[in-house]
């Protein structure tokens, strides 16, 4: 199957891709040498800008740089790490939505706004009230927009329970409950949280929630929701095991139901993808280390084909050679 770098010539990762007006739009995060020693925290991944890219054929078309469409230093309140972000176009004008640390180093979501989605895009002076973490996804549907966030470890998911702050973290036990991904439908403005976020719960087959020592198939970090046959599947990452999965449900909120890995391990440490149909055919975008020498912070874009088979499940994809 063809795999493409889509931009070998800078270290771009977590896509996130969007066709708008009939054109595929790339967010990645520009992941930089930050000289910072590897840690379980994420400090080496110490980004600092976007770029926007587009295409028309992300297999063989021509990839265009927009150029640099936001920096951390733009966003009054942030302090560092521009981690994965997501953009979504409402009545005409794009909705970007970051995670970045504030002077605090205290992760939370931020939106900017530009008139076209190559940017600029113009931070907001405040974050998201009552965000936090990483890893926004944004999924429209029926005019509503619903935001998939969280991620465990560095991301400070465990900081946070019936989403207050905690005085300390909180991982689970193995026998205990998974900590869950968020979901919040987004207010009409696009820049609140139109309600409470909401755990999104992931069972396995059986029928019972995902615990923490499941760690092949609990949620980590990497949140992107998509819908096929008129069913939502809800992907993401494990984390330490390295494994991008999904799960189906019924509707937006779930539950939903682990189904299989969508991508083995790549080279690298992250593992993280975007869904998305163009002109008739389904693409995975995600990442791998392999052109940096396996520099885990230095990761590298690439897009395949994604298939289905008939009883609407993912043929997995391996990850290294
Ligand atoms: O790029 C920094 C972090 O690494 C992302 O937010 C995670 O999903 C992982 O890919």
Redesign the pocket.
């Known amino acids: 199957m063809t795999t493409r770098y889509l931009i070998p010539n800078a270290y771009m990762?977590?896509a996130a891709v969007h066709e708008f007006g009939g054109r595929l739009y790339i967010y990645p995060?520009h992941?930089v040498e930050s000289g910072i020693p590897e840690n379980d925290n994420?400090d080496h991944?110490d980004?600092r800008d976007y770029h926007a890219f587009s295409t028309d054929d992300p297999l063989t078309g021509e990839v265009i740089d927009h150029g640099k469409v936001l920096d951390v230093q733009d966003i009054a309140w942030a302090g560092r790490?521009l981690?994965?972000c997501d953009v979504a176009e409402k009545d005409g004008q794009y909705y970007m939505y970051f995670?970045v640390k504030d002077k605090n180093d205290v992760f939370h979501i931020g939106v900017a706004i530009a008139q076209q989605p190559e940017g600029p895009f113009i931070p907001l002076e405040n974050h998201i009230r009552g965000s936090y973490s990483?890893?926004p996804a944004i999924f429209c549907e029926n005019k509503n927009y619903y935001m998939y966030f969280g991620?465990i470890w560095?991301?400070q998911l465990q900081r946070y329970r019936n989403n207050k702050a905690l005085e300390k973290p909180f991982l689970p036990k193995k026998n205990e409950l998974a900590l869950c991904p968020k979901v919040a439908r987004l207010a009409d403005n696009m820049t609140d949280f139109a309600e409470e976020p909401r755990d999104l719960i992931i069972l396995d087959k059986a029928g019972k929630q995902l615990t923490a020592g499941n760690r092949r198939q609990r949620f980590f970090?990497?949140s992107w929701m998509h819908k096929y046959n008129g069913k939502y599947y809800f992907s993401y990452?494990t984390g330490d095991t390295h494994l991008l999965c999904y799960a189906i449900g019924d509707n937006p909120y779930g539950p939903f139901t682990y189904q299989g890995v969508i991508l083995t391990p790549v080279e690298g440490w992250?593992?993280?993808h975007a869904i998305v149909k163009y002109k008739r055919k389904n693409y995975l975008f995600y990442?791998d280390c392999v052109p940096s020498g396996g520099r885990t912070w230095l990761?590298s874009l690439k897009v395949t084909e994604l298939k289905y088979r008939d009883d609407d499940s993912i043929i997995t994809i391996k990850g290294k050679k």
Do not use: K, L, N, V
């Open positions: 990762a977590d995060s992941d994420g991944f980004m790490q981690w994965d995670p990483i890893d991620g560095g991301g970090e990497a990452s992250t593992t993280h990442h990761r």
